[in-house]
């Protein structure tokens, strides 16, 4: 929703809009919904093609953006994903890739391989951040990685791990001897189990898994322990906003739709749209959505700008838009009446998405906390 | 000087060099910013903006034809950084240079251009708004003061109200009604008239929280040059709706012809922060989510001025969008106050032996609440706006429409 986009940018959303529309308009998203929910490999590897999981890699490593502005256009992809409630590893994949960048920024081991993998499509990896009955608190874990030899032993629990079943690696976050660091573990790894767990999202999949002994190499470190706060800050950052993206696409659909149909129902020989109680209401609700187009807005420049100040309006953008979206979503909800609590109706599909959004790495209170911190309180 | 516009930066290394060299610095020991306005303040801030008129930094956005500088917002924005920790004309912005002065950039004659928004920008005369009455404020068309041509001359009869700062200004841009037969809006005229006048009585009107920044007026056969009409007679509301959208835009804090802005602690503008401190809770976790959710929202209000600004200048939004920021210029502020009064718990009620009275300043504050929804049009009439003109849904029924006016039922 940037009203400043380039021509290659509005090029650019227009042929992403295209593409899901074309290849998961609603009605397959609830087909997948209704065979167990994940996401249709073949789906993902064309969206790779069209770049989704380019967008953040740097050209000398094959990756890159036309516009020259690769969050921005990754931020493009979120919101769209949000508008069709989407499946696919658009965050866990691209938060991924973005440790790996900045760990590989910085010096760290090579996994130039990895990233090409994730980059085709072909390899799904994911942030396993969470652990069981821990709050957000990524730079803490209990999961330990203790050094034998040349090698790592990672031994923990890890929770809450989107698309955990596709995932062929995982970027672990582990307590060392000296800190805190992050390793690149191989699903296929001796040790390493999977569980499904329920998720609220319509479509996308988390797991709980468990790393018993896990043993990997020195090379797995992604970066070095002692950045491993600025790459676990940049990776949060990254997630963030494209949730705060998805989000923004999740309410401006519902918006639309229950604007359309505030216009064709009638009642009392009157269309919705006419009584100025709920005239009111849809005003309120207009101006809450333009200030979270504005503050994901924002975010993701600053995001992709490396700005000073990203963390904050992420956090922002994150605690607006996460207490927002989810209040416009249910008062579209009750606009549409009794429909809009069935199953039939689409209103539940962004709900599910913009709650999990909303839920997830920092919840709005978290990320209020955050603010309170970042402004020197 | 060429067509080229000087860039922000070399702008901006400029205005810095000169505001050291000729504007005050900030008193530390002096209160600004205070809901009161002292008498020397209006002398001060006609001093300094004539003093910013000689330096060539007033107007910054108004063209260089009538004393502006023919710069761009971003030159403003940049010039307003700059001046924080210095003196600024600040009590002219609102509503002599954002309001009127703007206005009449747009539909002025030659004339009153070279005489009106040149003399407010060269700090020679302020200019204030007459147009709200007592019969009704959100009905503004439906006002009853009136204006009868008399020759060159129009002769003017009626009673104003809130009208902001008007006791300080010289003149004022008077919608009146100058004909009862045609449909409400189409019976009204843009007049300017002086404020202090004979057959003008003003007087201060005092509100909840002590100040006395609005005021009343009655006119008993005001007589005015037939000159002063800005626009055609009868076509005041178009004239009107132009000085609203300036009235919107300055509101939400979205105008381009504000200079400078308040110094960062003062009485309507302390942060949260600063009370959570003042009272010792910055540590508890409660008030710190508190806190960081309001600093969420003042972010979001001033990303949401600049998103609309965008989208309105670029045409993508219709004039009317700025209503959102209006409403949200209500809300967030008025969510702030209710923030700091919880925050401030007992001391925003009875101040302290041997305190500054700082905190008892929130629970003033809090009395005024309400006008941060009623000031500039009251929220509901921008929920109406933002459901018409942006959402197009239907229009409320308005009895009053298309009726000769004389025939329009009113109260009593």
Redesign the interface.
């Given at each position: 929703m940037d009203?400043?986009l380039s021509e290659d940018q509005k090029l650019f959303r227009n042929t992403t809009a295209k593409f899901l529309d074309n290849e998961l308009p609603v009605e397959k998203v609830r087909a997948i919904n209704k065979e167990g929910g994940g996401f249709p490999a073949e789906f993902w590897t064309q969206g790779a093609e069209l770049g989704w999981a380019a967008l953040l890699v740097p050209e000398e490593l094959g990756g890159g953006s036309i516009s020259g502005n690769g969050f921005q256009d990754l931020a493009i992809v979120a919101e769209e994903f949000g508008r069709l409630v989407s499946p696919g590893p658009l965050l866990p994949v691209n938060t991924v890739i973005a440790g790996l960048v900045e760990g590989a920024a910085i010096g760290g081991p090579d996994h130039t391989e990895t990233i090409e993998g994730l980059m085709s499509g072909e390899l799904i990896g994911t942030w396993a951040a969470y652990e069981p009955k821990g709050h957000w608190d990524p730079l803490n874990p209990s999961t330990t990685a203790t050094k034998n030899g040349d090698n790592y032993v990672i031994t923990g629990v890890k929770d809450r791990v989107e698309a955990g079943d596709a995932a062929g690696v995982f970027l672990v976050t582990a307590k060392t001897a000296s800190g805190v660091a992050l390793f690149l573990v191989p699903a296929d790894a001796a040790g390493v189990s999977v569980e499904l767990v329920d998720s609220l999202d319509f479509v996308r999949h988390h797991a709980t898994v468990t790393f018993s002994d896990v043993t990997v190499s020195a090379d797995a470190m992604v970066g070095t322990e002692s950045a491993t706060a600025d790459i676990v800050e940049r990776m949060l950052q990254v997630v963030v906003a494209l949730q705060c993206a998805e989000m923004n696409g999740a309410i401006n659909r519902v918006f639309e739709f229950t604007?359309q149909w505030?216009?064709d129902r009638y009642s009392f020989g009157r269309?919705l749209?006419?009584y100025?109680a709920l005239?009111?209401r849809?005003?309120?609700m207009?101006?809450w959505i333009?200030?979270c187009?504005?503050?994901a807005?924002?975010a993701v420049k600053a995001v992709n700008n490396r700005a000073e100040n990203s963390a904050?309006?992420v956090?922002?953008a994150k605690?607006?838009i996460g207490t927002k979206s989810v209040q416009i979503i249910q008062d579209c909800v009750q606009m549409h009446g009794g429909l809009g609590v069935t199953w039939e109706h689409d209103c539940h599909l962004y709900l599910r998405r913009a709650t999990t959004d909303r839920q997830l790495f920092g919840t709005p209170?978290d990320?209020?906390?955050?603010?309170?911190?970042l402004?020197g309180? | 000087m060429s067509d080229q516009l000087e860039s922000v930066e070399d702008f901006r290394i400029r205005a810095r060099a000169w505001l050291s060299d000729n504007m005050p610095k900030l008193d530390p020991a002096k209160e600004y910013n205070t809901n009161r306005v002292a008498d020397r303040e209006w002398v001060e801030h006609r001093a300094l903006q004539k003093q910013l008129f000689a330096g060539g930094f007033a107007g910054i956005c108004f063209p260089k034809e009538y004393g502006g500088q023919g710069l761009s917002p971003a030159h403003q924005a940049a010039f307003t950084e700059e001046s924080v920790s210095y003196e600024m004309p600040l009590r002219l912005n609102v509503p002599s240079l954002s309001i009127c002065s703007g206005m009449l950039l747009d539909m002025g004659s030659e004339e009153q251009k070279q005489t009106y928004l040149r003399g407010a920008i060269s700090g020679e005369m302020i200019l204030c708004q007459f147009l709200s009455e007592p019969s009704g404020g959100s009905d503004l068309a439906g006002l009853l003061t009136r204006a009868q041509r008399d020759g060159d001359t129009y002769i003017i009869n009626g009673q104003k109200c809130w009208s902001t700062f008007a006791y300080a200004a010289d003149f004022a841009t008077c919608l009146v009604r100058t004909d009862w037969d045609a449909p409400k809006h189409r019976g009204l005229s843009m007049i300017i008239v002086p404020v202090h006048d004979d057959a003008t009585h003003l007087q201060r009107v005092r509100m909840v929280d002590g100040s006395e920044e609005f005021c009343e007026e009655f006119f008993t056969d005001l007589v005015v040059p037939a000159g002063n009409l800005v626009g055609t007679e009868n076509d005041g509301w178009t004239v009107g709706q132009r000085q609203l959208f300036y009235e919107r835009q300055a509101v939400g804090g979205g105008s381009p012809y504000v200079s400078g802005q308040p110094p960062a602690r003062g009485g309507s503008s302390a942060t949260v922060?600063e009370v959570?401190?003042a009272v010792g809770k910055?540590k508890d976790?409660a008030t710190?989510?508190?806190?960081?959710?309001q600093?969420?929202?003042d972010?979001?209000?001033h990303?949401?001025i600049?998103?609309?600004t965008?989208?309105m200048t670029?045409g993508?939004y219709p004039a009317m969008?700025s209503?959102?920021m209006r409403?949200?210029h209500a809300e967030i502020p008025q969510h702030k106050m209710d923030v700091m009064l919880d925050i401030a718990g007992d001391e925003a009620v009875t101040s302290v032996v041997g305190g500054d009275g700082y905190l008892r300043s929130v629970g003033v504050q809090f009395l005024m609440r309400q006008g941060a929804s009623l000031g500039g049009g009251s929220s509901?009439m921008?929920?109406?706006?933002?459901?018409?003109r942006?959402?197009m849904?239907?229009r409320?029924m308005a009895a009053d429409r298309d009726v000769p006016f004389r025939e329009v039922r009113r109260g009593r």
């Amino acid at each position: 929703m940037d009203l400043e986009l380039s021509e290659d940018q509005k090029l650019f959303r227009n042929t992403t809009a295209k593409f899901l529309d074309n290849e998961l308009p609603v009605e397959k998203v609830r087909a997948i919904n209704k065979e167990g929910g994940g996401f249709p490999a073949e789906f993902w590897t064309q969206g790779a093609e069209l770049g989704w999981a380019a967008l953040l890699v740097p050209e000398e490593l094959g990756g890159g953006s036309i516009s020259g502005n690769g969050f921005q256009d990754l931020a493009i992809v979120a919101e769209e994903f949000g508008r069709l409630v989407s499946p696919g590893p658009l965050l866990p994949v691209n938060t991924v890739i973005a440790g790996l960048v900045e760990g590989a920024a910085i010096g760290g081991p090579d996994h130039t391989e990895t990233i090409e993998g994730l980059m085709s499509g072909e390899l799904i990896g994911t942030w396993a951040a969470y652990e069981p009955k821990g709050h957000w608190d990524p730079l803490n874990p209990s999961t330990t990685a203790t050094k034998n030899g040349d090698n790592y032993v990672i031994t923990g629990v890890k929770d809450r791990v989107e698309a955990g079943d596709a995932a062929g690696v995982f970027l672990v976050t582990a307590k060392t001897a000296s800190g805190v660091a992050l390793f690149l573990v191989p699903a296929d790894a001796a040790g390493v189990s999977v569980e499904l767990v329920d998720s609220l999202d319509f479509v996308r999949h988390h797991a709980t898994v468990t790393f018993s002994d896990v043993t990997v190499s020195a090379d797995a470190m992604v970066g070095t322990e002692s950045a491993t706060a600025d790459i676990v800050e940049r990776m949060l950052q990254v997630v963030v906003a494209l949730q705060c993206a998805e989000m923004n696409g999740a309410i401006n659909r519902v918006f639309e739709f229950t604007v359309q149909w505030a216009f064709d129902r009638y009642s009392f020989g009157r269309p919705l749209a006419s009584y100025q109680a709920l005239k009111h209401r849809f005003s309120d609700m207009r101006t809450w959505i333009e200030c979270c187009n504005a503050t994901a807005d924002e975010a993701v420049k600053a995001v992709n700008n490396r700005a000073e100040n990203s963390a904050r309006l992420v956090s922002v953008a994150k605690a607006y838009i996460g207490t927002k979206s989810v209040q416009i979503i249910q008062d579209c909800v009750q606009m549409h009446g009794g429909l809009g609590v069935t199953w039939e109706h689409d209103c539940h599909l962004y709900l599910r998405r913009a709650t999990t959004d909303r839920q997830l790495f920092g919840t709005p209170a978290d990320h209020k906390r955050r603010i309170a911190d970042l402004i020197g309180l | 000087m060429s067509d080229q516009l000087e860039s922000v930066e070399d702008f901006r290394i400029r205005a810095r060099a000169w505001l050291s060299d000729n504007m005050p610095k900030l008193d530390p020991a002096k209160e600004y910013n205070t809901n009161r306005v002292a008498d020397r303040e209006w002398v001060e801030h006609r001093a300094l903006q004539k003093q910013l008129f000689a330096g060539g930094f007033a107007g910054i956005c108004f063209p260089k034809e009538y004393g502006g500088q023919g710069l761009s917002p971003a030159h403003q924005a940049a010039f307003t950084e700059e001046s924080v920790s210095y003196e600024m004309p600040l009590r002219l912005n609102v509503p002599s240079l954002s309001i009127c002065s703007g206005m009449l950039l747009d539909m002025g004659s030659e004339e009153q251009k070279q005489t009106y928004l040149r003399g407010a920008i060269s700090g020679e005369m302020i200019l204030c708004q007459f147009l709200s009455e007592p019969s009704g404020g959100s009905d503004l068309a439906g006002l009853l003061t009136r204006a009868q041509r008399d020759g060159d001359t129009y002769i003017i009869n009626g009673q104003k109200c809130w009208s902001t700062f008007a006791y300080a200004a010289d003149f004022a841009t008077c919608l009146v009604r100058t004909d009862w037969d045609a449909p409400k809006h189409r019976g009204l005229s843009m007049i300017i008239v002086p404020v202090h006048d004979d057959a003008t009585h003003l007087q201060r009107v005092r509100m909840v929280d002590g100040s006395e920044e609005f005021c009343e007026e009655f006119f008993t056969d005001l007589v005015v040059p037939a000159g002063n009409l800005v626009g055609t007679e009868n076509d005041g509301w178009t004239v009107g709706q132009r000085q609203l959208f300036y009235e919107r835009q300055a509101v939400g804090g979205g105008s381009p012809y504000v200079s400078g802005q308040p110094p960062a602690r003062g009485g309507s503008s302390a942060t949260v922060e600063e009370v959570a401190r003042a009272v010792g809770k910055d540590k508890d976790p409660a008030t710190r989510e508190i806190v960081g959710w309001q600093s969420a929202l003042d972010t979001v209000n001033h990303q949401l001025i600049k998103r609309i600004t965008v989208g309105m200048t670029s045409g993508e939004y219709p004039a009317m969008a700025s209503s959102m920021m209006r409403l949200a210029h209500a809300e967030i502020p008025q969510h702030k106050m209710d923030v700091m009064l919880d925050i401030a718990g007992d001391e925003a009620v009875t101040s302290v032996v041997g305190g500054d009275g700082y905190l008892r300043s929130v629970g003033v504050q809090f009395l005024m609440r309400q006008g941060a929804s009623l000031g500039g049009g009251s929220s509901e009439m921008s929920r109406n706006m933002i459901s018409e003109r942006v959402l197009m849904m239907p229009r409320e029924m308005a009895a009053d429409r298309d009726v000769p006016f004389r025939e329009v039922r009113r109260g009593r």
